[in-house]
């Protein structure tokens, strides 16, 4: 099953990665970083489909796309 991992002390609370994800599954913390911003959080980890478009969205690479087994590919890039 494919796995995200957000470093939120990297992450800046833009919610690129919230508006880019297909499967609507990350959303921002109620809680802040040392830094002072929300960070982005997946809550619903078993819908996640591996695409890695949250990790091509962030300007920060601060999330972590794995897989392990069959990834379901929706665009050619
Ligand atoms: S890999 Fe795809 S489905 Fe999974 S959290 Fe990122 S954008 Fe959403
Ligand atoms: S795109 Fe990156 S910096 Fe922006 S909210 Fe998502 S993890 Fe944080």
Known sequence: MPG???????CKG????VQACPQHILSMS???TLRGYFYARMHDP???????????T???AAIEVHTHGTQFV???Y
């Open 74 to 76: 929706l665009f050619d």
């Open 4 to 10: 995200v991992t957000i470093d939120k002390n990297h």
């Open 14 to 17: 833009c919610e690129l990665c």
């Open 30 to 32: 109620r809680e802040i």
């Open 58 to 60: 962030c300007p920060d």
């Open 46 to 56: 078993s819908r996640c489909i591996g695409c890695r478009i949250c990790a091509l």
